[in-house]
């Protein structure tokens, strides 16, 4: 959908986007991997993944990369900050900045005072980092969209000395982000600013801690509006103004990132989010050793098809039938994706051109046949109203045994595909085919 929509914006404007390899992703073969073949890997405790595929990485136009990045992040966040911060004695403060903002505002404007309000507060906080003993900051941009547009707001982890009283600490930082806010012409409402001493000292507030800065929609994300993800899924089932908002939303992030750790891994000699390579962690916690991850291989040409013209929701199908292990089961999602493209090609193609024929235009290709050698585009017609039972000289005869509908109906059935009028077929098809993709053919794509 992320590249449907891509591709109709280019249409219209000529403008690239950034983040538009999302086209791409998950379905193009890296440079050196086996062209041939689509290969999925399915660790023990993680989510099945494409296996030499390109991936985009980018964090707001792709929901895919989006949401690996956002684990790979809270694996980083449990895995390596946490545990290095209490070796050295650290302890972190979850501060959130918001800046006021409308739905008619320009969300390109909105994002830039956020940041410039940031770094002016970033640098004149510098003394009370140094006061605190801070070694560096988490940086993390959340930005779903809500009643009041794009609402983009940063969750940042600060380090400081464990035990430290952070009271005026806290009053200093309020009062400099009210001023930087008003310096670039943005107001702070009420809750512009929360701040949050000692979220990282028990396992309770390591969980929560880690949740609030990467997560794919926390409950209290969800509260202030619609996750990019979840705009693309609406304007999938035909929900136009979800699609523009989602663009709107591209072109104002465009090239910020969603996570930003600065110095703070060199400092504390842990890798950067980014070089994170273990999967998350589930909450349990870890289980011993782990057991080699599974993978399964199918033809490339099926990939590129099965996710083609389904795009991203073709993926996230293909991927979430993975889940199971279960190879059969892949091949049966990949097979039911490419029956769903050869049948929109038809619908769109030679079945659909048939449509508002009546009995008499198909009769008099059939005769037609017999009189002439017929055009290589009067064809099809013909194969459609041989399929439909229609044969030479039927329209003079009106005998008992001329019941073309009959005919048809036996045919299709005998067949097992669609040869009876356009809706019967189609409506035939979508039992045995895939319901994931119901809703969508309901609706016209935009
Ligand atoms: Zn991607």
């Not at 929609?217 to 996750?227: E, F, I, N, P, Y």
């Not at 769109?348 to 290709?365: E, K, S, Y």
Request: charged content about 25%; proline content about 4%.
């Amino acid at each position: 959908m992320a590249s449907k929509l891509m591709a109709g914006h280019w249409k219209k404007t000529g403008e690239n986007l950034r983040g538009s390899s999302v086209l791409g992703c998950g379905r193009w073969r890296n440079y050196g991997a086996d062209p041939n073949i689509a290969e999925i890997q399915i660790p023990a405790d993680g989510a099945p993944r494409m296996l030499g595929h390109f991936a985009c990485r980018s964090s707001w136009s792709c929901d895919h990369c989006a949401r690996a990045r956002v684990s790979q992040t809270r694996g980083w966040l449990r895995g390596a900050l946490m545990p290095a911060l209490s070796v050295a004695g650290l302890s972190g403060a979850l501060v959130t900045f918001t800046i006021a903002h409308a739905y008619g505002d320009d969300w390109g404007d909105v994002v830039d005072r956020l940041y410039k309000a940031f770094s002016l507060f970033d640098r004149r906080m510098a003394k009370w980092y140094r006061k605190v003993g801070c070694v560096g900051k988490l940086k993390a941009l959340e930005a779903p969209v809500g009643a009041n547009g794009l609402h983009p707001h940063l969750h940042v982890l600060l380090t400081y000395l464990a035990g430290t009283d952070l009271a005026e600490l806290e009053a200093a930082m309020r009062s400099a982000w009210s001023k930087a806010v008003a310096e670039v012409g943005g107001k702070v409402n009420e809750h512009g600013f929360d701040f949050k001493a000692d979220c990282v000292n028990d396992y309770a507030a390591k969980l929560e801690t880690s949740h609030e800065l990467a997560s794919h929609g926390t409950k209290k994300a969800r509260g202030k509006g619609k996750l990019l993800g979840q705009l693309l899924d609406r304007a999938a089932i035909g929900d136009t103004k979800a699609g523009a908002e989602w663009l709107r939303a591209q072109a104002a992030l465009g090239g910020k990132m969603r996570f930003h750790a600065g110095g703070l891994p060199k400092k504390l000699g842990i890798p950067c989010p980014s070089e994170w390579e273990e999967e998350p962690a589930d909450d349990e916690g870890d289980g011993g050793e782990k057991p080699e991850p599974v993978r399964i291989t199918y033809p490339q040409v099926h990939h590129l098809k099965a996710t083609g013209t389904t795009g991203r929701a073709g993926l996230a199908a293909i991927l979430r039938s993975a889940r199971s292990a279960d190879p059969a089961r892949v091949l049966r999602m990949v097979a039911a994706l490419c029956a769903e493209v050869d049948r929109n090609d038809t619908r769109a193609g030679v079945i659909q051109r048939f449509a508002d024929w009546t009995d008499d235009h198909f009769q008099r290709i059939v005769d037609e046949a017999g009189a002439r050698v017929l055009r290589p585009d009067e064809v099809p017609a013909y194969i459609e109203a041989k399929a439909r039972g229609f044969v030479l000289g039927m329209g003079e005869a009106h005998g008992s045994e001329a019941k073309p509908a009959e005919v048809a109906k036996a045919q299709a059935h005998d067949a097992g595909h669609g040869a009876g009028t356009p809706l019967d077929s189609s409506a035939g098809h979508d039992k045995q085919g895939c319901s994931v993709f119901e809703p969508k053919r309901a609706i016209a794509p935009v």
